[in-house]
């Protein structure tokens, strides 16, 4: 009999040893990160304080993954606080929390498990991070501090030939979520309302899709960025950009709080920096300051990458345009690995 128990021992420690080893993969690397024992198995029972005060859609998320939200509490049960920087249920840990944008801690202990958020998109990551730890068979031990480096981070659908579909999109959003990506550019060349007929509504049914789009990447703390591509056929007049305000209008009242201009892949009177600038601080003037909740605008210029810079046209849109408008760039060539010494050669030229 000794010997089988000394056996079973020998066995549960060598599981044991494999499950403190077990660290799991998390994407993005959080910025600090400490790991210890085994905190408690997957599936334990646990229960929620501060829900109803915590960011909305970081609970949904939680409590889906989770298959609810317990409370009050069972006996054995985790008890998990949540809730960002002011909030009740995390009031003793205010200090503790990243003093960044969307920054979070994350504490795991036996029985015990702390998600407190900046802001509600901090909250939101922070699940993000505690679900991928409860996707183990143990859930390890462990202290996160994280925030992110760069301020936005994510995927432009800007390329031609047939889009994304809508089911491809709303995968997207998740993995966005998942992966704690905060923004989506929607640009794509061949869908004829945001290039070819950018002067005309969608139709009510994609407006409908388009409306679904906006609302699940939101969930997702996603900016869903809608762009208008005018300057194939743009009118340098009153009524055109009257018509540019109409359709940001049009896509306002589906959700969308974060718009873009593009003029890439265009030339003549379309490509000209002094017209482009006035007609995005036009539409700065009548349209993005007309709304209290909706971020500066987003515009791709001409010229967006060194290889195709020349003249002065990135110096007008420097000297003309609004600081407040955030201009997209590639780096030295359409496709390039952008560093530092790129960034101080377009911030001059701009």
Known sequence: MKKTILLVAAALTAALSGVRAQQPTLSPLPQKATWSEVAFAHGTPVYIEGADKADADAVALLCEKLDGCLTPSPQGAVRLLIGEVGDKAVKAYRKQVPAHAEGYLLSVEPGRVVIAGRDGAGTYYGVQTFLKLWQQQNVMQCRIEDWPSVDCRGVIEGFYGNPWSHKDRLRQFEFYGCNKLNIYVYGPKDDPYHRAHWRD??????????????????????????????????????????????????????????????????????????????LLNYVTDNFVRKHSDVQPLIMCPTQYNKAWSGGDYLSTLGTRMYPEVRVMWTGNSVVDMIERDDMEWINKQL
């Open 201 to 278: 509504p969608y139709p009510q049914d994609e407006a409908a899709r388009l409306k679904e789009l906006v609302q699940e990447a939101h969930r997702n703390k996603v900016q869903f960025v809608w762009a208008v591509h005018p300057g194939g056929d743009i009118q340098w007049n009153l009524k055109d950009s009257m018509a540019v305000c109409q359709k940001l209008e049009w896509m306002y009242e589906l959700g969308v709080r974060t718009f873009a201009v593009f003029f890439d892949d265009i030339w003549g009177e379309g490509s000209k920096a002094d017209k482009q600038a006035g």
